[in-house]
């Protein structure tokens, strides 16, 4: 069992990184056309409207794909009570915010986004319908028909967005591009999984499992409201110009984070689920994933910081340059994103929904409330930074604040997983900051040999090229085992690599 475990584990992860490099390869070629087309304005409107389709989202999904999961023998009529009780809740909460779209037209002063919201909130409605086919997937480790689903969806709603943004449909290509994609995934998600609903609905499993889910709904709103807090207060306090620059910024931060915690969060929660209460086991398993990750996310997101200029000139154009400054400060928060998910899934796992709910809500507190000292009291801060230095303030402010409180969050993940499974701060510390620090140095180094170039194209080029050179040879010379054991089962040879 241990060896099968193991490799849906490797499988897992291989194809969760094929599904999540693939799609954010053509996230960042659909965003490349989109942006040409598209204005900063047209970007604005739409990402007014993210956090309330996020919340949103939460509240039909209430956390029942993690309490599926975690359930030892989920019956046919566990699979049917959810899907009707999302699919009744997605169409009370569509009702309510029909007739709330004036006030999120008045809120932001833009009329505009009365008929805009009530076309883009009709996207969760047809995301409801697939969430217990991928509750199903998730559980079963099928990252296989998962990426299938995700890479599918996506360049279906990509061709449909561009067609629409070139035939002048403008922030309404936006909001189509994500309808058309999560109509896609319910479909095909019903396909993978061979899940047929009946009429048979039970109170009793939704009443069992409501009470770890709906702590976990508490947490994905305030999720939401972490994730979407700048787009909802620069709405409010400053230009749509100005949040189409930060939305633009997000985007990019979040194609990289994302990739990475999309891998992670296939295969980390079922996998941990499946180790059980063997906690030696555990601990090996998780120090394992940390490597990994910690492996992958701190070149990709660090390496962002480094080209983003370079990056956002070549890619949109010199209209979003003044995204590139804000893009390197959430880079900073994005390398950290997959390790806390890796904390986050394991507490999970283990039935915590409660510490992980009260976390991210003293979190999301802790930065609505900073946020907006900084805006009202006018703080001013001086950065050192690539190229010299950053005034921050106002927007940019906010943005550092977030990080930093982010980065300082971690603390506090750590504290509650060694509760679970003792693993102490300096062990996790010996996994992570290696890499991290190899990364930032790799950067660091690569930028002082290239900024002679000139050239924008080549400079571009030359630091993906030796940045990724020097940390790769950097962590191959200093022996990190999780590197070496990638590369041999890569090549096929499972014999070298340690027991999970």
């Not at 046919?76 to 809740?89: E, Q, T």
């Not at 993978?192 to 499992?209: D, H, N, Q, T, V």
């Not at 941990?272 to 990709?300: C, I, N, Y």
């Not at 986050?344 to 907006?372: D, E, F």
Request: with cysteine; aromatic share 14%.
């Amino acid at each position: 069992m241990e060896t099968s475990l193991k490799e849906k584990t490797a499988k897992g992860l291989m194809w969760g990184m094929m599904n999540n490099g693939v799609m954010q390869l053509l996230n960042i070629v659909f965003g490349i056309v989109l942006a040409r087309i598209l204005s900063d304005a047209d970007y604005g409107l739409a990402g007014e409207l993210a956090i309330f389709t996020a919340i949103a989202s939460a509240l039909q999904e209430s956390g029942f794909i993690s309490a599926l999961t975690n359930r030892k023998t989920p019956t046919a009529l566990d699979y049917n009570s959810v899907f009707w009780f999302n699919v009744g809740c997605s169409t009370l909460i569509y009702v309510i915010l029909w007739f709330c779209a004036p006030l999120i037209a008045h809120f932001f002063g833009e009329p505009e986004l009365l008929w805009l919201s009530r076309y883009a909130f009709t996207g969760f409605f047809f995301a409801s319908f697939s969430i217990t086919p991928r509750a199903i997937l998730f559980r079963q480790l099928k990252v296989k028909q998962q990426t299938i689903i995700g890479i599918t969806s996506l360049v279906l709603s990509g061709i449909v967005g561009i067609i629409l943004a070139v035939r002048g449909m403008s922030y309404w290509s936006v909001v189509t591009q994500n309808i058309v994609f999560v109509s896609t995934v319910s479909v095909l998600s019903w396909k993978y999984s061979g899940f047929r609903p009946s009429l048979a609905f039970s109170w009793k499993p939704i009443r069992e499992m409501f009470g770890f889910s709906c702590k976990l709904l508490i947490t994905n709103i305030f999720n939401c409201i972490n994730n979407n807090v700048f787009s909802l207060l620069f709405g409010k306090f400053y230009t749509k110009h100005e949040v189409g620059q930060y939305t633009q910024a997000d985007k990019w931060n979040k194609m990289g984070s994302n990739m990475i915690t999309g891998i992670v969060q296939q295969v980390a929660q079922p996998m941990f689920v499946q180790v059980g209460d063997d906690k030696e086991r555990l601990v090996r398993a998780f120090r394992k994933m940390l490597r990994f990750t910690s492996l992958v996310t701190f070149p990709a997101l660090f390496g962002l910081v480094l080209v983003a200029p370079q990056f956002i000139t070549i890619t949109v154009g010199d209209k979003w340059l003044p995204s590139a400054e804000i893009m390197q400060l959430l880079c900073v928060a994005g390398a950290f994103m997959p390790i806390a998910a890796l904390y986050q899934n394991l507490l999970i796992s283990r039935g915590k929904s409660g510490t992980y709910m009260w976390n991210i809500l003293a979190q999301g507190l802790l930065v609505i409330t900073t946020v907006c000292c900084v805006k009202f009291m006018k703080w001013e801060v001086w950065l050192p930074w690539f190229g010299g230095g950053l005034q921050l303030k106002g927007l940019r402010l906010m943005i550092i604040v977030y990080v930093v409180i982010y980065l300082g969050w971690m603390f506090v993940w750590h504290a509650f997983l060694q509760r679970e499974i003792s693993l102490k701060f300096h062990v996790a510390l010996k996994d992570i900051l290696p890499f991290a620090f190899l990364a930032a140095l790799s950067m660091v180094i690569t930028y002082y040999l290239t900024r002679g170039i000139e050239n924008i194209y080549i400079l571009l080029i030359s630091r993906i090229l030796i940045a990724g050179t020097i940390y790769l040879g950097a962590v191959w010379l200093t022996g990190a085992k999780i590197l070496r054991e990638s590369v041999d089962y890569l090549r096929g040879n499972r014999s070298n690599q340690n027991k999970i």
